[in-house]
């Protein structure tokens, strides 16, 4: 099923891999794209470990466990039970070979001595600072590593999940790989209803990349979904368990206070993060704070056994541009910032969790104040949407939105799909909105002046004016729909597009100016 899966048709790619300085023995694979002039594009990809026969994808025995070998040479070096997160190793001045991995992948397409290329003291340095992370549980083996940051390209997030109305796990495995088929770099599993474990567990033995939780919702299951009988002790179940399982971040909503609740409970749409209306209901329930906040030195403590990275979430996130940059939104925010230096402390490596609904006038806010509050940390955001009728259309309202703060400073942007506000996504679903976010990261890595972002745009630009038709499908993000479109309506290899047809084609015009 895989390979038919990843199978793509005259697109005349390869898998090509480079391997290290520091460690010579690494293997890091990246797409090389063949143009029909003789040339080549390398990009930056997410699919995994590739063999001639497909790609490893079973869902009784998983993909190859990449850096296994690696973590145990780790261990022999220190005392029995001892482990360090990426974080307290670059705080040592120490680069490990994930380090160096994420740095090769952030160079697909640039050579050393170009301009924009990553080292990997580089990683080693923002990680070290708070200002990157490198998403690592060791549990999960299976990942190839990589770096989330405002110096690297924007990387997007592909939320995916079951619900007590529908799919399975088998189409949850297939969600997932096709995320990343179409370019996601990490995939968060937002699973309800029941075989929350199964589904999780099939995902994380099937995926190359990291995979996120928000571990609150199966522990209010394990509790018949009452949301008043929740503890600390049913939650702390629950991280550990995920934990061990292999998830590589977690979204916990740990800065909603109850201060903030009458604050959201005077807006327009009031709360809409599932687990901040989670905890809000909690805390009015229970009188106090809620436990993720009085217990947050303890879940830290727990997160750093595993290198789990922890991706402060926005409870509080505006559902409506009414809503936005509001008196609880950038209350939590602050306290958000609190939290970071709490977990840094336990060499926990942060993410920050953003917005939400907002105008395109207030979108820079949004960054700086994140930046000047949050200490620096990678800020991780929904869209922003830039307006409420987008119905349908939410996966373009939100782009919009996201390459803007993107191009700010945002380092990961959590895609929306077509079904946003409106039903669970299908495969098609996951497909539209992976492309259109990674339009929207390609677009910021533009404006923020990356080098290769840029060579890629020039590439498909020449091709475009040589009417090399072939070369303009596979320098897209989707060449499956740019053939199909083109060749609609004219035959292979024409030297115009049904646009503006034989006689009308302003570049063959143009070139026939003498």
Known sequence: MYKELFHEPQNASEKVYRPGELFPDLRVGMRRVHLTNGESVDLYDTTGVYTEAGYEADTERGIPRLREQWMAERAAALPEGEFHTQRWYARQGVVTREMEYA????????????????????????????????????????SEPMVIGSEYRVK?????GNSALGSSIAEEVEKALWAIKWGADTVMDLSTGVQIHQTREAILRNVPVPIGTVPLYQALEKVGGVVEDLTWEAYRETLIEQCEQGV??????AGLLQAYVPMAQRRVTGIVSRGGSIMAKWMAHH????FLYEHF????????????????GDGLRPGSIADANDEAQFGELKTLGELCHRAWEQDVQVIVEGPGHVPMNRIRENMDRQLEWCHGAPFYTLGPLVSDIGAGYDHITSA????MIGWFGTA??????????????????????????KLAAHAADIAKGHPAALARDLAMSRAR?????????????????????????????ADFCAMCGPHFCAMRITKSIK
């Open 103 to 142: 740095a090769i992948r952030e160079n697909a397409g640039l050579r050393p001595g170009d301009e924009g290329y990553i080292t990997p003291e580089q990683v080693r340095r923002s990680v070290a600072e708070g200002r990157a992370i490198l998403p690592a549980n060791r549990c999960h083996p299976e």
């Open 156 to 160: 997007i997030n592909a939320n995916i």
């Open 248 to 253: 590589d971040y977690f979204t916990i909503h």
């Open 287 to 290: 009188g106090r704070e809620s």
């Open 297 to 312: 030195n303890e879940i830290c403590e727990i997160m750093a056994r595993y290198d789990v990275a922890l991706s402060l």
């Open 400 to 403: 919009i939105g996201g390459a």
């Open 412 to 437: 990961m942007l959590c895609y929306v799909t077509t079904k946003e506000h409106l039903a669970l996504p299908n495969r098609d679903d996951v497909r539209e909105g992976v492309v259109t976010y």
């Open 465 to 493: 004016y040589d009417f090399r038709w072939l070369d303009q499908f596979n320098l897209s993000l989707d060449p499956e729909r740019a053939r199909r479109m083109h060749r609609e309506m004219v035959k292979e290899n």
